[in-house]
């Protein structure tokens, strides 16, 4: 296909009715639920029929094959070296459901020439576009570089703390950095770990105060988790998906209504643009 056609075909996908959404799971403090919720949240979308895949962006803590008990021989950093294909990077999990290891990829391919990272981000814009309804990120804790690229340039902002004050601090942090660095405004908040409803409200509140004070963001509250002694059971079992929070995380997503939410600017050049400053 020649670039013009290429291009053609881009603007094609991107005026499409059903974009595909990008979600991205973020958190100032570690240990809060990022991984399980996005494993849970891909597994909720999947049974609702859509073609999900998760990208396990936590290179430091890549958990996502631990849970699931699969492990990926290759990851992105291969795809763009060109070292894998990205059929030889996907994990089918079931059906509908599929993840890829990152690596450090995101951070790594930043240091490539220019056109040949254009090239590789329309590529696997592609593919990810053909084949998926949503694209899931488990990110690393805190505010790496390549964290807040991914996190300010998904149609889905999604900060999860647990009631925890170090948690809470955090994820305000992390919030009002993206919002003051790339001027994100719409985020999600999830409080994870709670005890009651109540207790997930007080933490939104606190951390509402400070975003309306201090910052120009937008906190959008979708919802707690309960804290489930079983659950751990189920991670060391491989099978991470409990009843009661998948059921959680089923209402957290109708509260998101991810299924209406307005396409914004194109996901891979968004990312590309912030990681090279441009
Ligand atoms: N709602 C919950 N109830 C009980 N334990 C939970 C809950 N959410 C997470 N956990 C536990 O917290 C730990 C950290 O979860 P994980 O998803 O790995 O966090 P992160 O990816 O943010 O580091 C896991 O061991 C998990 O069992
Ligand atoms: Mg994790």
Redesign the pocket.
Known sequence: MSLNQQATHLKHREGAPAGTRYIA?A?G???????????SAGRCLAESGKKVLIIDA?FG?S?VHL?LGITPRKNLAHFFFGEATFDEITVQVNDNLSFISSGNGIYELAKLPKEQILNLVRRLQELAEDNYAYVIF?TP?GIHEDTVAVVSSADFPLV?T?PEPTAVADAYALIKIINKENDVKDFYLVV???ESEREGAKVYESIRLLTEKYTTAKLNFVGT????????R??IEQN?F?KG?MG?VYNILTGMDVEVAPRRRSFWESVLARLLGR
């Open positions: 799971i958190s403090k570690g240990g809060v639920g990022k991984t399980i919720l996005s494993l936590d803590l958990n849970m488990d804790p999860i647990t994870n770990k709670v988790i309960r804290y489930r002694k079983s659950l751990i189920r991670i991470p409990e929070f959680d």
